[in-house]
């Protein structure tokens, strides 16, 4: 085949219309799930909530890949599962399975060679088995403990070969499954964030004031009896664009902003004989070494601020951060 005389064939209209057709058959193939989720998607369901192991996924070839995936999304959704290859299982990987699990095979055709070798181990083990298939009179979903009809009414391949909206299928139906288990376990976004905690919202829920802030010498402070040329020093060096104010026990007063500095120079202060605790701001906006990184985003936001002053429960001076802090550790 002359790939090049092919390739020229094809317009760029061609082959838009090729793409959109491929997707509608696609679509047709997801709409072709919605009233086959009954009552044996329920028993799907109550079988991995019942599952006081693992969910073991497999499948062989495309639907490998699919089942891959579908293993990752239990798995990071609050339903402990893995994939085992099947052909890998017919030499040792059975072992993986014990008698506490619960196994989920992916065929499109329900007579996979490889998955049907291991089908007789499985049920000797007593472990419940959930089959998709795009076919129930196969020899997978007569031997399942539940089966799922995923079948299509045609694959997007012109040729009606390659797996694709089969796959599509077997994929979302798989989803669907994740969801409702992540919703009958009562998963939230904490749950979630311990799985993913190198992610943006791991940071953002499991990240702490404490694992941020800056602490000792980098925090920005003086006396109340501070002349106001050395509080600007102080916030020179410092870098944070602020500094508190605090007494001789390092609790909190006040603080004083390069917007405090704004407005007492548009006052007319004299920086040489002015003391901080005649220009600081009393109401100081605070928060806790203990608290979500999240909640000083929020503070900052509603606020218009971009810096703070972190204290304990006494209200004691015990660090500082700003914006760029929290940009740095990836929570903004």
Not at 59 to 86: E, Q, R, Y
Not at 144 to 168: F, K, R, Y
Not at 251 to 276: H, I, K, P, Q, W
Request: with cysteine.
């Amino acid at each position: 085949m002359n790939l090049g005389s092919v390739t020229a064939a094809l317009s760029d209209d061609a082959l838009v219309v090729l793409g959109r057709q491929a997707l509608s058959i696609e679509i047709e193939g997801l709409r072709a799930q919605l009233p086959r989720l009954g009552d044996d998607f329920a028993r799907a369901c109550r079988v991995c909530l019942d599952c006081a192991g693992r969910i073991v996924v497999t499948g062989m070839g495309k639907s490998g890949h699919i089942g891959g995936k579908i293993a990752a999304t239990l798995a990071s959704t609050g339903t402990p599962a893995f994939f085992v290859h099947p052909g890998e299982a017919s030499h040792g990987d059975i072992g993986m399975i014990t008698r506490q699990d619960a196994v989920l095979a992916l065929s499109n055709s329900g007579e996979t060679n490889e998955i049907l070798t291991i089908v007789p181990i499985i049920k000797r083990l007593g472990v419940p088995l959930i089959a998709f298939t795009g076919n129930a009179a196969s020899a997978l979903a007569r031997v399942a403990t539940v089966h799922l009809d995923i079948g299509v009414p045609a694959e997007a391949c012109p040729l009606n070969l390659a797996p694709t909206a089969s796959t599509t299928a077997a994929l979302a139906v798989g989803d669907a499954l994740a969801v409702a288990l992540l919703k009958a376990r009562g998963f939230t976004e904490e749950d979630f964030a311990r799985s993913h905690p190198a992610g943006s919202l791991g940071r953002r829920l499991l990240l702490h004031v404490k694992d941020v802030m800056r602490t000792g010498a980098a925090v920005p402070k003086v006396l109340a009896d501070t002349l106001l040329a050395e509080g600007l020093l102080e916030m020179t060096r410092k870098g944070l664009g602020m500094t508190a104010i605090v007494d001789d026990t390092d609790r909190v007063l006040g603080v004083f902003t390069d917007g405090d500095l704004r407005r007492a120079l548009d006052g007319a202060t004299d920086l040489r004989v002015s003391r901080m605790q005649e220009v600081m701001t009393r109401q100081v906006k605070t928060v806790q070494a203990g608290s979500l990184a999240a909640e000083a985003v929020h503070i900052m936001e509603t606020h218009r601020i971009t810096a703070l002053i972190v204290v304990d429960s006494h209200g004691v001076l015990v660090g500082a951060l700003n914006v760029h802090d929290l940009l740095r550790a990836g929570v903004v």
